[in-house]
């Protein structure tokens, strides 16, 4: 059984929605992990969950980088193991260098809580195994600093070795401007660094691994993830 | 480190360390080439004040930073780095400081 690891900072607030999607949905042993610690147990999985580190101060994600936890963050994928960081855990990968880019404000200037769809760019992953080319998830997203940007050069690289896993499209799988609800360039929603094991993506799949969530489109990301680690 | 951030707004303001005393006055706004959908809102609403002679609005982070150092170079080469570092994201911003020498 897979050991995953859900790393908790002050302001995070999908901890314990990861926990139960890993555990009771996917079925994955999971163990908390407080950010001040320097060493992290053996796991074959780390979490960055969602939510507002340090109240979101200077940056989004750009004070939970210094947290004492995150050198062993980085050991941990220098070993090749996997990161999946959510939302706010996908701003912490950008600002610790460990994924290319940035994140801008909503082009809207809101804060967006909604449903939406996702497109499967690259199913040949950790991440996205059991998912189809193409696939389309329904899947919320929830965010004021979503809108994914890097420089052309990095946008190059990422299409190039297909490093950009989800993109934002419409119901009927068209990715285009009005399908793209922040303003991502090239409507990015997820992307992975290059070694193929550190992936970070805006939309929730924690918060619709279940029917009676609404949507179990999700817990595909889950399972693709158990069976590439089992 | 987290916890150096908050030992250090314990501390007096005058910084560790020996020599002079310098104070950055630094200025953190987005590229020209990153579009600012903050400062374009700001410039509408500056418009339907009536201030039509207003062009662009880019908004930006300001922050006062005092730093012991042996002298200006020294001073003005921990703040770039600090800047790169933290204080800016040179992916999408970048920063200018202004820099003296505060007299005690």
Known sequence: ?230 | MATAVMKKKKADQSGKGSGKLFEAKVYVTLKKSVLDPQGKVILHSLHSLNFKQVGAVRVGKYFEVRIQAKDLAEAKSHVATMCDQLLANTVIEQYTFDIGEVKK
């Open chain 1, 1 to 230: 059984m897979i050991k995953a690891g859900v790393i908790v900072f002050p302001g995070s607030n999908c901890d314990k929605d990861c926990e139960y999607a890993l555990k009771e949905v996917a079925g994955a042993r999971v163990q908390f992990v407080w950010h001040k610690e320097t060493s992290l147990p053996k796991l074959d999985l780390v979490v960055l969950p969602g939510g507002f580190s340090y109240g979101d101060y200077l940056r989004t994600g750009a004070i939970a980088r210094f947290s004492p936890v995150f050198s062993a963050i980085k050991k941990h994928v220098s070993e090749k193991r996997g990161v999946i960081g959510i939302c706010n855990g996908f701003q912490m990968l950008l600002e610790a260098g460990l994924l290319p880019g940035a994140m801008l404000r909503n082009r809207s200037l809101q804060f967006i809580c909604k449903n939406i769809f996702i497109r499967t760019e690259n199913p040949k992953t950790m991440f996205t195994n059991h998912l189809k080319k193409n696939q389309l998830l329904n899947i919320p997203i929830a965010h004021g600093e979503g809108n994914y940007y890097c420089d052309p050069e990095t946008l190059k690289s990422l299409q190039g070795n297909n490093q950009i896993i989800f993109r934002y499209a419409s119901e009927s799988g068209q990715v285009n401007d009005a399908s793209n609800p922040n303003g991502s360039i090239d409507s990015i929603a997820g992307i992975m660094n290059e070694t193929g094991n550190v992936m970070g993506m805006m939309p929730h799949p924690e918060r619709a691994s279940e029917d009676i969530l609404g949507s179990h489109d999700g817990f595909g990301i889950w399972k693709s993830i158990l069976t590439s680690l089992n």
